[in-house]
T-cell receptor
Framework: ETGVTQSPTHLIKTRGQQVTLRCSSQSGHNTVSWYQQALGQGPQFIFQYYREEENGRGNFPPRFSGLQFPNYSSELNVNALELDDSALYLC???????????????FGSGTRLTVV | EDQVTQSPEALRLQEGESSSLNCSYTVSGLRGLFWYRQDPGKGPEFLFTLYSAGEEKEKERLKATLTKKESFLHITAPKPEDSATYLCAAFGSSNTGKLIFGQGTTLQVKP
């Protein structure tokens, strides 16, 4: 059973640029969530995708957007990067029933984004 | 507003010295309280889910408990390999899949 894989592992971007982060969910999981984790902080919920539609969003501006594909993989896009966007971006997947009942979410190792 | 607070922020123990980590929460319609372990540069690794006050779960040297306002992660006779950041997260009734995380407790166990 494969886990959640994220790419790339590290990324350096310049302020104002755009970035796309990718996530392959665990086999059998159809729900994907994205989180932002600043250094020394707990993860903050960005949004969740279920059956290719966004079905929940945290307090993040519209320049944070996402996609989920038919194979349940997902992308996180961030436009007009700001210095404060520097963080570890985590993807988490779960199966349909489990996500609604709050069962285990499987996290990837994350993408470390640095904005300079 | 839903909130999760963990204490202490950092904890240093000697090998074998037992202790507890605290997670206080104010979440509407709590549906689950999660504990995760996170090693540096890695994603959170699932440890436990607790669903109702009075519930307890154990795994090796770790034991998680839940009351109506807080959860504790008890570490019995810790070893250096238990060193990590422990995250608590709550899942409420919003039904959007949102986990509300605390800021974590960084545990260091010295041999």
């Amino acid at each position: 059973e494969t886990g959640v894989t994220q790419s790339p592992t590290h990324l350096i971007k310049t302020r104002g640029q755009q970035v796309t982060l990718r996530c392959s969910s665990q086999s059998g999981h159809n729900t994907v969530s994205w989180y932002q984790q600043a250094l020394g902080q707990g993860p903050q919920f960005i949004f969740q995708y279920y059956r290719e539609e966004e079905n929940g969003r945290g307090n993040f501006p519209p320049r944070f957007s996402g996609l989920q594909f038919p194979n349940y993989s997902s992308e996180l896009n961030v436009n007009a990067l700001e210095l404060d966007d520097s963080a570890l971006y985590l993807c988490a997947s779960s199966s349909e029933g489990h996500s609604l009942r709050g069962y285990g979410y499987t996290f990837g190792s994350g993408t470390r984004l640095t904005v300079v | 507003e839903d909130q999760v607070t963990q204490s202490p922020e950092a904890l240093r123990l000697q090998e074998g010295e037992s202790s507890s980590l605290n997670c206080s929460y104010t979440v509407s319609g709590l549906r689950g309280l999660f504990w995760y372990r996170q090693d540096p540069g890695k994603g959170p690794e699932f440890l436990f889910t607790l669903y109702s006050a009075g519930e307890e779960k154990e795994k090796e040297r770790l034991k998680a408990t839940l009351t109506k306002k807080e959860s504790f992660l008890h570490i019995t006779a810790p070893k250096p390999e238990d060193s990590a950041t422990y995250l608590c997260a709550a899942f409420g009734s919003s039904n959007t899949g949102k986990l509300i995380f605390g800021q974590g407790t960084t545990l260091q166990v010295k041999p």
